[in-house]
Every structure is written in C-alpha cells, then in structure tokens.
C-alpha cells in the first residue's frame, strides 16, 4: 500500500511564500507523475502544477509564474514552492502521485490527506 503525507501548510500574509512537501512511501517501482491540485470552499478541485518521472512540469494558468513543482525522485517525495501568495490561493492543497509496482505495470493514483493553506489580506 503507498501513503502520501504532506506537509507545510498554514497561515501566510499576503505576497508571502510557503513550502509544501508530499512524501510517499511503500514498494513503489516507479512515479510517473506528481502533481498538486487544490480545492477551495465551493468550488471544484484544480490542478496546480505537476511534473513527470522526466522532470516535465506543468502549471494551471492561476499559478504560473508564482508557484514551482520539483521532485526528488529518490525520496518519492514532491515539493511545491508558492510564492507571491494571493488571498485567492487560500485552499486544501492534495498531492496526487500516479505509480507504478513492477516493470509494464499497470499505474495506480493515491492521493495525500490534503494541507490546508490561507493567505490573510
């Protein structure tokens, strides 16, 4: 079984920066994806950024610029920094990591428990 923790989440002024970690564990042969979506009351849940076993990032329109998605594939863990940080980016942020067990094997997706981030104005 792969469990995902993420951590870094809390209380941030305005233009401020934050730091979010999701780590995985369990027998994971290889991540091919990890990514970052967040969901903010009432609204549905959105891709943020992720990036690929190759190191190919992606990021929504609402964060380019501001936020940037790094791996470090040998932890299994993903990080994304935010910086710039808008009321509007208050939000449970998720961690999705898509995996695989063995060599051609089929993928599975897990996601963390979520961590709660609110920009004060």
């Known amino acids: 079984q792969v469990q995902l923790v993420e951590s870094g989440g809390g209380l941030v002024q305005t233009g401020g920066s934050r730091r979010l970690s999701c780590a995985a564990s369990g027998s994971i042969f290889n991540i091919i994806v990890m990514a970052w979506y967040r969901q903010a009351d009432g609204l549905q849940r959105e891709l943020v950024a992720d990036v690929t076993n190759e190191g190919r990032t992606n990021y929504g329109d609402s964060v380019k610029g501001r936020f940037t998605v790094s791996s470090d594939n040998a932890k299994n863990t993903v990080y994304l920094q935010m910086n710039s940080l808008k009321p509007e980016d208050t939000a449970d942020y998720y961690c999705?990591?898509?995996?695989?067990?063995?060599?051609?094997?089929?993928?599975?997706?897990?996601w963390g428990q979520g961590t709660q981030v609110t920009v004060s104005s």
């Open positions: 999705q990591m898509i995996v695989q067990f063995r060599v051609g094997g089929p993928t599975f997706s897990y």
